[in-house]
């Protein structure tokens, strides 16, 4: 995921809260005082920028149903875009089916998102979810761990969604390509962890791979009863609480094969963790898997909502981080969860979005503010749309965070 950014990152998050106290002032909204927004009012934001989407990034059914990179193409942008942009955009389909009233308006584009999804899956010896288009319609690409996670856990979405039990199976079918990832070697630091990607080449082993597929199989868990996935589950999440935890809810990126420590902190990180143990509490019943997930919510909160900190994250991250925070919320309610994601979607729509197309423009990360010049992406356009459907939900009897 935002393969850029992550290839060994050299901010740390030192260095990265210095940047934050530097933005500029509009950025610093996590404190401002913001109006209620209802229910209605978060759906037509939805709409509007799932309009957008379909309308400037979405290529048609003359074009295997497959979304652009960005618009205006760039420079170096392929055919079509790669899977994990194409996976969020999935992932909004899914949550407009859930707003208020007009949901039922969407479930064929989501339904299309699905089937669409296999045309980047590879077969062969280790086979998966492929970065990008297997022939015939592109030259393919590596297995990347954290993207087959993702895909499969939005599988399950559309499962819960609709009782399509194809889904289950799909992402049942999943826990053996991520499960490859494990890496063995007892002699490394900390062992154990899941490589990043599945290529000879590979020389970390990721938080967010090994963090989203145990959040994966966790939720296996809960729909099949297999022990297996609880096992698989423990034992990932496991690694990320005892080597990757800086502070509650603070996980460093991940750890190179030469003994290194990328302490680079992404939203996603700190939801993954919190999302993971919420469902292992939901579906074991351990009140240790609750306090963790309480312990690593608050203490994320208090760091991320300091200053411009979410405002700077990639978009994309943050839709993560508060679904697992509403995943959390359901279960041990706390007004703090949807207040940030209220005031961070608030904020957004006000400061990035520009008025004249409903598309979202950010900063070359797929955060920070506004950039006039910069295109517009599927990935920044597909997770604000999953949040403002997320919002539309969350507040549909009225709830407001106080």
């Known amino acids: 995921m935002l393969r850029p950014l992550l290839r060994r990152a050299t901010v740390t998050a030192v260095c990265a809260g210095l940047l934050w106290a530097a933005a500029p002032a509009q950025a610093q909204t996590s404190h401002a005082r913001h109006r209620p927004v209802s229910s209605g009012e978060w759906a037509d934001r939805a709409v509007d920028a799932y309009r957008a989407l379909q309308d400037h990034l979405y290529e048609g059914a003359d074009q295997h149903g497959l979304y652009l990179e960005h618009t205006p193409r760039q420079d170096g942008d392929r055919e079509h875009s790669y899977l994990w942009p194409f996976r969020e955009a999935a992932a909004a389909a899914v949550d407009m089916q859930r707003l208020p009233a007009t949901g039922g308006a969407y479930r064929r584009d989501a339904a299309e998102r699905f089937a669409t999804a296999e045309l980047y899956f590879a077969s062969g010896e280790r086979p998966g979810y492929a970065s990008y288009l297997p022939a015939p319609l592109g030259t393919g690409g590596d297995v990347y761990y954290d993207d087959n996670a993702v895909v499969a856990l939005s599988q399950l979405d559309q499962y819960e969604a609709t009782g399509d039990r194809k889904l ?163 279960v041990r309610p706390d007004s703090a969860y949807l207040r940030a994601m209220r005031d961070y979607a608030d904020s957004t729509y006000a400061s990035n979005r520009d008025a004249g197309t409903g598309l979202f423009r950010f900063g070359p990360s797929g955060g920070g503010d506004y950039d006039p010049a910069a295109p517009a992406a599927t990935l920044g356009q597909s997770a604000m749309v999953q949040i403002f459907a997320t919002l539309a939900e969350a507040t549909r009897h009225g709830r407001q965070p106080s």
Not at 209 to 237: C, F, I, M, P
Request: glycine fraction near 8%; charge should be negative; include cysteine.
């Open 168 to 330: 289950l199976l799909r992402a049942e079918h999943v826990v053996p390509v991520v499960s490859r990832a494990w890496d063995g070697d007892t002699a490394k630091a900390c062992p154990g962890g899941m490589d990043w990607y599945d290529a000879p080449g590979n020389s970390i082993r990721a938080t967010n791979v090994t963090a989203l597929s145990a959040q994966l199989a966790a939720r296996l868990y809960e729909h099949t009863g297999n022990r297996a996935y609880l096992d698989k589950a423990e034992k990932w999440y496991g690694w990320v609480y005892a080597c990757m935890r800086r502070s509650p809810g603070l996980y460093a990126n991940d750890r190179g094969d030469d003994g290194s420590t990328n302490e680079t902190l992404w939203t996603y990180n700190s939801g993954s963790m919190i999302g993971t143990a919420t469902a292992l509490y939901r579906s074991t019943g351990d009140p240790a898997y609750l306090r963790k997930a309480v312990e690593d919510a608050r203490g994320s909160l208090a760091y991320w909502t300091e200053g411009s900190r979410l405002h700077d994250q990639p978009a994309v991250f943050n839709a993560f981080y508060f679904k697992d925070l509403l995943a959390l919320d359901e």
